[in-house]
């Protein structure tokens, strides 16, 4: 398995930009389905961003396509999350997670979780 730490959560005004990144330890991180996935306060959790293994592949949530991009760095086993043309609705805590053999989105498919870092939007 993988450690996972994110790092680069903060306030920023509504339109502009965050990049939250997660770094993993562990000499398979090349093997994982990387996710972002993040939690709003008073919601459940819900899945934001996946890429798979090579990074030739991405998947995202309807909201958030065409403002946030997922990517990774196998070389540095890092996981990023650019997000611009924040709302305020993107408040949340964001966390990483991780899985191997699986191509959804699932949460109870997560083999890994970070603590999390929170993105504060204000309007």
């Known amino acids: 398995q993988v450690q996972l730490v994110e790092s680069g959560g903060g306030l920023v005004q509504a339109g502009g930009s965050l990049r939250v990144s997660c770094a993993a330890s562990?000499?398979?991180?090349?093997?994982?389905?990387m996710y972002w996935f993040r939690q709003a306060p008073g919601k459940e959790r819900e899945f934001v961003a996946s890429?798979?293994?090579?990074?030739?592949?991405?998947s995202y949530r309807w909201s958030v396509k065409g403002r946030f991009t997922i990517s990774r760095d196998n070389a540095k086993n890092m996981v990023s999350l650019q997000m611009n043309s924040l709302r305020t609705e993107d408040t949340a805590v964001y966390y990483c997670?991780?899985?191997?053999?699986?191509?959804?989105?699932?949460?109870?498919?997560?083999?890994?979780w970070g603590k999390g870092t929170l993105v504060t939007v204000s309007s």
């Open positions: 562990g000499r398979t991180f090349s093997s994982y389905t």
């Open positions: 890429i798979n293994w090579s990074g030739g592949g991405t």
């Open positions: 997670a991780a899985a191997q053999n699986y191509g959804g989105t699932s949460q109870d498919a997560m083999c890994c």
